[in-house]
């Protein structure tokens, strides 16, 4: 997996790294456990680093798939899940 991002620029504790295939541009994240990850495929190259540049370098309690781990991590540790 390539990178176009010097790793300490990120601060998103799931962030995995980043991926260009086929013509689209990827962000890899942590999945639901140890045995995954999560790809968000954006259109173009841009949008992946406003991404990037919004939440996983500066705001990553904002970002929504962030958000969602965080609380699928919560639920899980409260034996909800």
Wanted: aromatic share 14%; net charge negative; glycine share 6%.
């Amino acid at each position: 997996m390539s990178t176009d991002w010097n790793s300490t620029d990120i601060v998103c504790p799931y962030y995995h790294g980043t991926d260009v295939r086929g013509g689209r541009a990827y962000i890899v994240c942590d999945g639901l456990d140890e045995y995954c990850t999560m790809q968000m495929r954006f259109e173009t190259l841009d949008r992946r680093h406003a991404h990037i540049e919004a939440y996983c370098a500066e705001k990553y309690w904002s970002c929504p798939v962030c958000d969602s781990l965080d609380f699928f991590h919560l639920k899980q540790e409260e034996g909800e899940l």
